[in-house]
């Protein structure tokens, strides 16, 4: 039977708001996430898991050079004495330090499998060895000389450091990411050489500004190379505010295969791209018919990434096979910068470049007094025992004697000798072989030698200038360490600019370009059917809908809408709908008012004149490249005054005839119309009673041809129409009864299979 559980005392109860109980504990959790795990110390670069793995790798003498110890081991040690957190958490961080497409300067030194570019996992600890790298050691250095404040570990068992003494400008060199409770950072790492440039000019000029060391860091150095396209200017104020981002493309470059044709190999890719993702993405994207500049894309890497893309044909421009992967693959990529660290690890902050690179330094300068203080109690110290050595020397008879017979010599040596507890114990504590070792000399030369070590350490800690000196010269070793001769120091990421290319280009050449016919219904529904369809009869509308516009075009084109309201609308082709079911409402794709229909439908071409007319009879001619929309709402071409936009014809003659709802038409000269961009235009024809009904343009020598409703075309010379020749405004005659019918030069659809060049209002 289960024990049986005792209430609380009434007295025991305390009454808390929930809200403050949450309040308070969240507070605590978001403190701990920023504090102890998401944001790096700005001194060492490293965040909690990572100091703790490379201390225990240092008790564990796991140096340079030393033999490799299983990863479990490692793993093992760090959880049982510093970090009281799942094995797992602490392995994956571990693997990332040795990963050298992650790390731009590996810390740990990995034997086995510990993952690849393609984002395959490392293999299980106990599987793999590892050992600390130089990096590893030099951000070490020092720990055993006071360099660094220690805390009890999580138990209380053991210490470990606040911070490492961090000779290697590891924050940035390494970089960092992370996401706390409200906050978080994103560092891209750099070159380690560029930083130790940038700090020792910091040195020299202590109030330098962020945009003057882009002299020395002219950008991010990622361990995978690539290109950053960003400008001077964009990467400028990302370091001196500590936020922004870099727009990072990968290499690539032309190989000649014979006969004319090429392919395109790619040898490097953005930072923290999965390579394996990338060419599914890319063979996905040629499935879906959305690269049909590529044909094919193989994975042809080894040791080094190689990349193969294959262009559709030969005349197929690399540079545009390029921009179009660019735009919809992760080849290109946008690094974030946001340099959020932990301010002497308690304030977290963002910083620019040069106060990051100030943090290093004061830090530094911390670690060279702390460990020049630690050497001076050393020497002392030394001087001290070297001090009762000399004694022990010249009274060597009598410090045996006293040692054989006293039962407590130590005393009696003190009081003899008028030696400190210090130089008694090194007496007494002193091996018979070294003996042979006391030499006045020898003694004397190292006493000196140590007086003037430890003048010269009183001097450097009594002048800043001098301690500023020997920490350039630390800096300059790391410099030389890393530097652009080395293999590992050597830059990787360059810088360029992206190539200038007309979005329009870039924007068909994403389009599988194929023949298409667009209907419009009276409705104003759109769709897109593929090939030119001429038979129109068997395309479906809905009830009380029927057929206003279709014309054949290609994917690749733009689409123009004139509306009742004046303003012309643009639509991607390749955007529309397609053929099954009834479309979709152009509304929307497009800010058009309730109460606008659409006068005209046509595939953008390039380089004709529309003539363009309100109901009220006012008009105007106006260039086709002059209506192309790029927003939305639309380009406002006919002003309108209690009008509606009412009828479009394209410019095809040198003149002009206009018919009114009042049945009467008038022919005049097109050079009396003006040539505009907006307004409400010129009168082309008067009225006393209803408005225009349709407008066309054509050529004396052809004469006026219009088609009815049968789709029967009719054609009268200018000298069967002289009668209704006249100038511009006037009202005109009256039309022959056999003469347009319907008083309109051509109806929509017959307009559409000549081949879309609609002329009238529906």
């Not at 540079?319 to 992967?325: D, R, T």
């Not at 009256?734 to 609609?758: C, H, M, S, W």
Request: aromatic share 6%.
């Amino acid at each position: 039977m289960g024990k049986r559980l005792i209430p609380p005392e009434p007295s025991d109860v305390q009454q808390i708001a929930l809200r403050e109980a949450l309040e308070e504990r969240y507070l605590a959790y978001a403190l701990s996430t920023i504090m102890n795990r998401a944001l790096p110390d700005a001194r060492d670069g490293l965040k909690p898991v990572h100091r703790r793995i490379l201390y225990g790798m240092r008790i564990l003498r796991l140096d340079p050079g030393a033999a490799f110890k299983k990863s479990a081991k490692v793993v093992g040690d760090v959880m049982g004495n510093f970090h009281p957190h799942g094995d797992q958490a602490i392995y994956d961080a571990m693997v990332r330090l040795a990963q050298d497409f992650a790390q731009r300067y590996p810390l740990i030194d990995g034997q086995g499998n510990f993952g690849n570019i393609d984002g395959d996992n490392a293999a299980a600890m106990r599987y793999t060895e590892s050992r600390l790298t130089e990096v590893a050691r030099l951000l070490i250095d020092g720990i055993d000389e006071d360099a660094v404040e220690f805390r009890p570990s999580y138990d209380g068992a053991n210490q470990e450091p606040v911070v490492l003494p961090a000779a290697f400008p590891n924050l940035l060199a390494n970089g960092s990411q992370g996401i706390a409770v409200g906050m978080a950072t994103s560092i891209p790492p750099h070159n380690a050489a560029e930083l130790c440039e940038a700090a020792l000019f910091l040195i020299d000029n202590p109030n330098a500004r962020s945009r003057t060391l882009l002299k020395y860091v002219p950008g991010p150095d990622f361990p995978t190379g690539g290109i950053v396209v960003d400008t001077k200017a964009e990467i400028g104020e990302a370091y001196t505010t500590g936020r922004g981002s870099f727009r990072v493309r990968a290499r690539w470059h032309k190989e000649d295969t014979g006969r004319g044709t090429y392919q395109v190999v790619i040898t490097e890719v953005p930072w923290l791209v999965q390579k394996s993702r990338l060419v599914e993405r890319i063979a996905d994207l040629l499935n879906e018919k959305k690269l049909p500049l590529v044909a094919d894309v193989r994975d042809e890497s080894a040791e080094d990434i190689r990349l193969v893309i294959e262009p559709r044909s030969r005349t197929v421009d690399a540079e545009l096979l390029m921009e179009s992967l660019f735009k919809l693959t992760e080849l290109e990529s946008r690094i974030p910068l946001n340099l959020n660290v932990l301010v002497k690890g308690r304030l977290p902050k963002v910083l620019g470049l040069a106060e990051a690179l100030r943090e290093w330094l004061d830090h530094r300068r911390d670690v060279l007094l702390r460990r020049s203080k630690y050497r001076i109690a050393q020497i002392e110290h030394r001087l001290e025992v070297l001090g009762g050595y000399l004694v022990a020397y010249l009274n060597l008879d009598k410090v045996i004697k006293i040692i054989r017979r006293e039962d407590e010599p130590k005393p009696v040596l003190m009081k003899t000798f008028k030696l400190s507890d210090v130089q008694a114990d090194a007496i007494l504590n002193m091996r018979l072989r070294n003996l042979r070792k006391l030499e006045e000399m020898e003694i004397k030369a190292e006493d000196k030698s140590l007086r003037n070590e430890l003048k010269d350490i009183r001097a450097l800690i009594g002048s800043t200038a001098k301690q500023w000196k020997a920490i350039s010269e630390q800096i300059k070793e790391v410099r030389d360490k890393f530097g652009p001769k080395t293999a590992l120091g050597k830059r990787r990421t360059g810088f360029g600019e992206a190539p200038e290319h007309d979005e329009a280009a870039i924007e068909e050449a994403m389009v599988v370009r194929e023949p298409i016919t667009v209907v419009v219904s009276e409705k104003g529904w759109i769709r897109a059917l593929r090939g030119h369809v001429t038979d129109l009869s068997g395309v479906a509308f809905k009830t009380d809908d029927a057929l206003q516009f279709a014309f054949p075009t290609e994917s690749t084109t733009k689409v123009l809408l004139f509306a009742g309201n004046g303003k012309f609308y643009t639509l991607d082709a390749s955007k529309l709908p397609g053929g099954r079911g009834h479309g979709e409402p152009v509304r929307l794709s497009i800010d058009l008012e309730q109460d606008a229909e659409i006068v005209a439908a046509m595939a953008f071409q390039g380089g004709r004149k529309f003539l363009v007319a309100a109901s009220d009879g006012n008009g105007f001619v106006v260039a086709e490249n002059e209506v192309l929309a790029t927003t939305r709402k639309g380009k406002q071409v006919l002003n309108l005054k209690g009008a509606k936009a009412h009828a479009l014809a394209i410019v095809s003659g040198e003149l002009v005839a206009a018919v009114g709802e009042n049945r009467k038409m008038v022919i005049f000269d097109l050079k009396d119309v003006p040539e505009m961009t907006r307004g409400r235009g010129v009168r082309l024809q008067r009225y006393k009673d209803g408005g225009l009904s349709d407008v066309t343009t054509f050529t004396a020598d052809e004469g006026l041809t219009w088609t009815d409703t049968a789709g029967r075309s009719f054609t009268q010379s200018m000298k069967d129409l002289k009668v209704w020749r006249g100038n511009r405004g006037d009202a005109g005659r009256i039309k022959p009864d056999r003469f347009l019918t319907n008083l309109k030069f051509a109806p929509p659809v017959i307009a559409a299979k000549n081949g879309g060049e609609q002329k009238t209002e529906s």
